[in-house]
């Protein structure tokens, strides 16, 4: 049995920490709130004090809203920090520290992508767009928990970046690289951030010997730095038979390890809208396990390095830039190659910064033999990254590949990816 009430209603400025728990269920608020979780089928528990001052110190702000004017609200109660909104709005669902609050006290059983705040690992790689989008307009908007409640009426756009700025500085250990340096994937420019995904590529010529390759790209995030990635390359040509013959190709195996990186936080300013940079090495190996009759192998392994370096401008403008070299064990059939790679573009999206990201791109890339003679074949890939979902972890991309000089025989591609970001749920979750 609950009542959530003020200790005085008729106090101007209540704070909203004082709600207590007695008498009967009597908010509206609160027992809509319960139905909600009846329909969603959550498990339910008898609410004794459940929420204690989750639900409650909603309800509160809610119910103070008949005496105080909405937009102002938390500033009326004293609240002046992210940390003041933090410990009076979420900390009963989220824990006085972001750890989260025990099932027992909160009534509901939290879903597997209940964060913890306090966690780096868990945190650190999200996007703070994400997250002020999940306050503002509640989970659902993003796929998640109907729990989780939106802000939008209660907190002002200033009082949300506050409180999720107060979010962002509960992981303590600061080398980790932040979410935000993780800008959108180019189609072929190696990002520096280490991520959590699946990419499926797939390449078709427009023009020239009729081919479709694809590369599934795995990538695992391996403590603070570094990154695990396994490329497995599979695709179709046409053989001089005339037939077509598809297969397995060079399958490569990388640990990336981050440098560098800084993300600049203005006071002020929305930490979407930051700028930093980050700096990465990558180094793997590429096994022979492609057929060499198909055209899908060198039939040598080899050793791959490169560099990546990603900046990121005001505005949601990045630039990425990747240079290395591909470095056979034996050079008599192939040889030494080194390749540039660059992507410049931006990112728009609407609902006030907060809706599905579109970010156009133009990546410009150098292939080059390392060997006297040889020519360097520049290309340029005009491309359109959108995410699908509404939890935006699903992206899809889609570009045309136009070589620009020594245009005989290489062709034209459209190339497309499909990219998964399983760190922020299930491929079927948050649609
Ligand atoms: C009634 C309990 C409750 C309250 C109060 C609450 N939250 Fe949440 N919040 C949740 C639950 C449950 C989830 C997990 C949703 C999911 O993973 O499906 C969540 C998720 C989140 C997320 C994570 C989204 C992601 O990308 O993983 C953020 C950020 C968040 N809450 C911030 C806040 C802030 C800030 C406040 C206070 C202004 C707040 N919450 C108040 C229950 C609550």
């Known amino acids: 049995m609950l009542k959530l009430r003020p200790d005085s209603a008729s106090r101007p400025q209540p704070p909203l920490a004082q709600f207590r728990c007695a008498g009967p269920l009597e908010s509206a608020y609160v027992k809509e709130k319960h139905s909600l979780w009846e329909r969603a089928g959550r498990q339910r528990r008898v609410p004794l004090c459940w929420l204690v001052a989750g639900i409650a110190s909603i ?20 609240l002046h920090s992210g940390r003041d909104i933090y410990q009076a709005a979420c900390a009963a669902c989220h824990g ?16 597997d992508t209940f964060p913890h705040f306090n966690r780096c690992d868990e945190t650190t790689p999200e996007y703070t767009r994400d997250w002020t989008a999940v306050v503002r307009d509640g989970g659902p908007a993003r796929g998640f928990s109907q729990i989780m409640p939106a802000f939008s009426g209660v907190l002002t756009r200033d009082q949300i970046n506050q409180v999720v ?7 303590a250990e600061k080398d980790w690289p ?42 695992k995030i391996l403590g603070k730095r570094d990154q695990l990635e396994v490329a497995v390359p599979f695709g179709w040509s046409h053989q001089n038979s005339g037939a077509l013959s598809g297969g397995l190709g060079d399958i490569a195996v990388g640990i990336k390890h981050v440098l560098f990186s800084r993300l600049h936080t203005d006071d002020g300013k929305p930490i979407y809208d930051s700028t930093g940079s980050i700096l990465s090495f990558q180094g793997e190996v590429v096994l022979p396990t492609g057929s060499v009759d198909k055209g899908l192998g060198t039939g040598e392994t080899s050793f791959g390095v490169f560099g990546a370096y990603d900046q990121l401008f005001p505005a949601q403008t990045f630039m ?25 573009g931006k990112s ?30 520049w290309d340029v890939i005009p491309e359109l990254q959108v995410t699908v ?23 034209r591609q459209v190339m497309a990816y499909f990219l998964w970001d399983w760190f922020d749920g299930g491929l079927l979750e948050g649609w």
């Not at 700025?165 to 992981?171: A, E, H, K, Q, S």
């Open 59 to 78: 309800v509160s702000v809610l119910a103070a809203s008949h005496w105080a004017r909405a937009d102002n609200l938390p500033q009326q109660l004293g």
């Open 96 to 111: 006085a520290n972001g750890e989260g609050t025990p099932e027992t006290t909160t009534g509901f059983v939290p879903p």
């Open 165 to 171: 700025t107060y979010l962002r500085g509960l992981c």
């Open 178 to 219: 932040r979410g935000e340096l993780n800008v959108p994937r180019a189609l072929l420019t190696e990002k520096a951030f280490p991520e959590s995904e699946t990419v499926l590529t797939t390449t078709v010529n427009t023009k020239g010997p009729a081919t479709v390759s694809n590369e599934l790209v795995y990538e």
């Open 320 to 344: 990425q830039i990747q240079a290395g070299a591909n470095l056979p064990l034996h050079t008599q059939n192939v040889p030494r190659s080194a390749f540039f790679r660059s992507a410049f």
């Open 348 to 377: 728009f999206s609407g609902s006030q910064e907060l809706g599905r990201l579109w970010s156009p791109m133009v990546e410009v890339v150098a292939d080059r033999e390392l060997r006297s003679g040889a020519t360097t074949d």
């Open 389 to 411: 979902n509404r939890r935006q972890h699903i992206r899809a991309a889609l570009g045309y590949r136009i070589p620009i000089n020594d245009t005989t025989g290489r062709p």
